[in-house]
């Protein structure tokens, strides 16, 4: 998607909420999370709970700007959820891996603000990018506002986020450096990303506050994600 995050920070700005970073070690570690899997909800059964897609969206997304618009939103009573690819988003606080140097569309702000006033950083805070309220989608209908926790899945990892960027209003499929990091896919702004394979599945009615908090998010995100799964196999029990 990287078509600037729209920053808009400044084009929603009614849209504004709360998000931070971890540390760890030496100066590059600081910034970059260590590819894991986050919480004990395996990957696969989130990936079956939305195998099947009832829309919410009125239309569909593109990947990219180049791209045919085929990616429908989809809802459960419990998320919001669709399967793209990702962009790697590296807007807000710049740091060594996201700045002006690094990333030729950066832009220093993010839709929302972390709780000590300043932008989010995308080098150290696993978040999402949605897109801008539009006839296609309004997120903000759903139950979607800055600091939702999301769980972003690719291939057997599973990582939880929050919704901490707004981008363009016809494109979808974009997440923070820091999140591409920590699922082992490469986050480089210049060319990084991945093409396909990406579920974003974000909880309804679901804030962290502060929205820095990763810690936070991934206690909470870890908790909505359990009840989401066994939600599913209980229904399933009762149908039979």
């Known amino acids: 998607m ?3 995050s729209l920053t808009l920070a400044a084009a929603s700005a009614a849209l504004l909420a709360p998000t931070a970073a971890p540390a760890v ?3 590059t570690a600081r910034t970059e999370p260590v590819v894991r ?5 395996p990957a696969a059964d989130l990936l079956a709970r939305v195998r ?4 919410v969206s009125r239309g569909r997304y593109r990947a990219d700007e180049d791209k045919s618009a085929t990616i429908p939103v989809c809802g459960t009573k419990e998320a919001v959820f669709w399967k793209a690819d990702m962009d790697i988003d590296c807007d807000g606080r710049p740091g ?7 990333d030729p569309l950066f832009s220093d702000a993010t839709a929302y603000e972390q709780s000590d006033g300043r932008y989010l950083s995308a080098e150290s805070l696993p978040f999402i990018v949605v897109p801008a309220p539009s006839p296609i989608w309004d997120y903000r209908a759903h139950g979607v506002h800055g600091g939702a926790v999301a769980a972003v899945v690719y291939e057997d990892r599973v990582q939880y986020a929050v919704v901490g960027d707004v981008g363009p209003s016809g494109i979808i499929g974009e997440a923070s450096y820091a999140t591409a990091k920590a699922l082992g896919i490469r986050p480089d702004p210049r060319g990084g990303g991945t093409p396909s394979g990406v579920t974003y599945i974000v909880f309804k009615d679901s804030r962290v506050k502060p929205i820095e908090d990763h810690q936070a998010a991934v206690t909470l995100g870890e908790r909505l994600a359990r009840e989401f799964v066994q939600g599913e196999a209980a229904k399933s029990r009762k149908g039979r």
């Open 96 to 102: 060594s891996r996201c700045n002006s140097r690094t």
């Open 37 to 41: 899997r986050e919480g004990t909800v």
């Open 52 to 55: 099947d897609c009832v829309p």
């Open 2 to 4: 990287r078509v600037q």
């Open 25 to 27: 070690g030496v100066a």
